[in-house]
């Protein structure tokens, strides 16, 4: 079955309402196509912008991070409390690299919005987290991300979107890519959590709870909240893949493992992590990401492959579905290369 096939009939399936997906090798369009609906009734077009989630991690906050470390104004072996202050003395074994690759000993995930609004309030309820000794264990960790938020507003006196903004969006030309969209061209999600109660309508404001409730304060965090076209990711992904934006040292960094267990880059997942977006076919150098709403960006240098596949999948019942459809989209396109 081709690749759009296969995301045609996960979104008669139910597992999504729509999507926008851009495929490139080599530079070159392999397709770029939106198929199905926004909300079941409008359609959904390619400049339609979608709640990137997790997708957020890598585009701004490891980007916006790195840029900072090849300007030498950050080092990945800083300690958090040279950073955040004696507030996170309990983490001075924890770096920032520990934040960037999960394996900073935090939980994955803790409901910082009951502490309040602002990115204040979630770093001290993320501060009141129970650790892990650092380089233990790989946990997956939006916590961490969190802090990075906090961290780069401390060294650049600047907010994350107006940094992401500054240093990677508007070099990158990425026009689309804003943690303050407009509604209007927001496919719209449905949160399940968050101090609103459940399920929640969303359109043009991030589904993830915690982001959520930074927002609601006037900032914005580190783990999601970036909204954008599928366009504008696959260019992002194209310029890591080419080379044209970070120099080859920091670039070697972002396509090879950095974490310690392995798993993570400084800023994709990468074999063995299960949670690499790589399919059954891809090759062992693939690294990507993924976003909770249903987004994935996925990179594989040995095919010069660049794929965006952008869903509001939460919108309805499908989320668990569409990690299945996932997984055999990219089966379909690794079997076309």
């Known amino acids: 079955m081709r690749p759009l096939a296969v995301l045609e009939e996960a979104i008669a399936s139910g597992a999504m309402p729509g999507a926008v997906t851009v495929a490139l090798r080599g ?3 392999l397709f770029s196509e939106a198929l199905g609906t926004l909300d079941g009734d409008e359609p959904t077009y390619p400049e339609a912008l979608y709640d990137l989630a997790s997708l957020t991690k890598p585009l701004a906050t490891a980007a916006t991070l790195l840029t900072l470390i090849e300007s030498g104004m950050l080092t990945l072996a800083t300690p958090l409390p040279e950073l955040l202050g004696p507030r996170a003395g309990h983490l001075k074994d924890v770096t920032v690299r520990h934040l960037l690759t999960h394996t900073s000993g935090l939980p994955g995930w803790a409901a910082c919005y009951n502490l309040g609004e602002g990115l204040e309030s979630a770093v001290e309820a993320v501060l009141r987290e129970p650790v ?3 380089g ?3 946990e997956y960790s939006c916590l961490g991300y969190v802090l990075l938020a906090k961290i780069l507003q401390t060294v650049t006196e600047k907010s994350l979107d107006a940094l992401a903004a500054e240093r990677v969006f508007s070099p990158l030309g990425l026009d ?3 943690f303050w969209p407009d509604p209007v061209r927001c496919a719209p ?3 399940r959590e968050g101090a609103e109660g459940s399920p929640t309508r969303l359109r043009g404001v991030v589904h993830d709870g915690n982001a959520r409730a930074i927002r609601a304060g006037g900032g914005v965090s580190g783990n999601a909240g970036l909204f954008g076209t599928a366009l504008d990711v696959a260019r992002f992904g194209e310029a890591l ?3 044209i934006f970070f120099g ?3 670039r070697r960094r972002i396509f090879a493992p950095q974490s310690d267990p392995p798993g993570h880059t400084l800023m994709f997942f990468c074999p063995p992590n299960g949670y690499t977006p790589m399919g059954d076919l891809l090759s062992e150098r693939t690294v990507g990401h993924s976003g909770y709403t249903g987004t994935v960006l996925t990179i594989d240098p040995t095919f010069d492959l660049t794929v965006v596949l952008l869903t509001n999948a939460v919108f309805g ?3 668990e579905d569409f990690l299945r459809w996932r997984r055999k989209f990219l089966n379909a396109l690794a079997a076309e290369l």
């Open 27 to 29: 530079g070159e369009v």
């Open 132 to 134: 892990m000794p650092p």
């Open 136 to 138: 233990t264990k790989y």
């Open 176 to 178: 689309s890519l804003t």
């Open 189 to 191: 999600t449905v949160a």
């Open 241 to 243: 893949r080419t080379g």
């Open 248 to 250: 080859d040292p920091a």
């Open 317 to 319: 019942e499908g989320k």
